[in-house]
């Protein structure tokens, strides 16, 4: 393997692909990186490629906001001439953006050999965007690179040949065990000692009026018992303010880079949340963390982690509360190669093909 080429686009696709790019340049391998632009605000990509050491990208395709459709097609669209321009030995492609499902469209067309980080997840329900893009790019890749063995499982079942399924581990973590130090050193500033982080925006709990209203009410009645602290993503901030939705009981904050963010995390007393990083991140920080969501797609979050699955139940959500409170919080461990050496495994990997 003598060029691989990078495709990233959405904020979570920037911390998984920094510590692949590091790994891969210690082994002297040419690599291009192409940003499609998915996320463009200055704290939805700029601040993480600083705080991560991410290398300027090669190419931006500036794609910025659309339909699913819309933007699947135009990431597509202008990455085909980039990818006949560089002619990489393999593209890789990162979690289960539509940036990664457009890019592994494009390349398995032109031949050009796809590899997913973050392969085999699965969440079974396909009213999540996600879903469809995991399905879709785990299908046409060649390699397939898993951060839990739930992830293998799928994969075989799936009929993936067992040769291309790797068990490396999570990219994820490994920027958190990088960044963790200078989390920990980060100042205060002003924040309460004991808090509640939340974070919201999967299109279920966020586009809907009443959906978003309800859980916002869960919320402030949450904010009664516990500060909370809330950097919204501009989806939701969109939507609060679409809906016309009272949120004065709320501190709302801006999205937060990436080191603020797990400065956060780490010092919470329970995190609240939709995302799907969030769910490992508080694992492997061991913080109580109460996923607002029917199903997950890192289901070893759960059987291992710290994770609660209370989707829009508010009297699960008051009860699991509460008994954190009470210091009665589930205890979890860190699950198998959560050991920041993923993005090494990966690379050598690719070194050898
Ligand atoms: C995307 C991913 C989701 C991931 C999330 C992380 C898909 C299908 N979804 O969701 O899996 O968890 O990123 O953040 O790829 N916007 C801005 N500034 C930006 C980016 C977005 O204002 O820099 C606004 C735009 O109005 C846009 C909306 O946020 O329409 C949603 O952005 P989009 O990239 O479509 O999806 P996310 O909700 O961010």
Redesign the pocket.
Known sequence: MNHILHVV????NFVKAAPVLRAIRERGIRQTLVHTG????RN??DVFFTQLEIPEPDFNLEVG??S?AW?TAEIMRRFESVVLERKPDLTLVY??????VAAALVCSKLLIPVGHVEAGLRSFDRTM??EI?RIVTDRLSDVLFTPSEDGDANLLREGVAKERIHFVGNVMIDSLIQLLPAAKSCPRNGFPERFALVTL???ANVDEGETLRELLDSLTKVSQELDIIFPV???TR?RIEEFRIDSRHLRLLDPMPYIEFLALQSRAAVVITD???IQEETTYLGVPCLTLRPNTERPITVSLGTNVLVGDDRKRLATELAAILEGKQKKGVTPPLWDGRAGARIAEILQKM
């Open positions: 686009g959405a904020r979570p998915q996320h463009y605000d939805m990509s906001s659309g699913h933007q979690g289960d953006v539509n940036s990664t965007p996600e893009n925006h999967r299109p993503h501009p989806r969109q995302s799907g990083g």
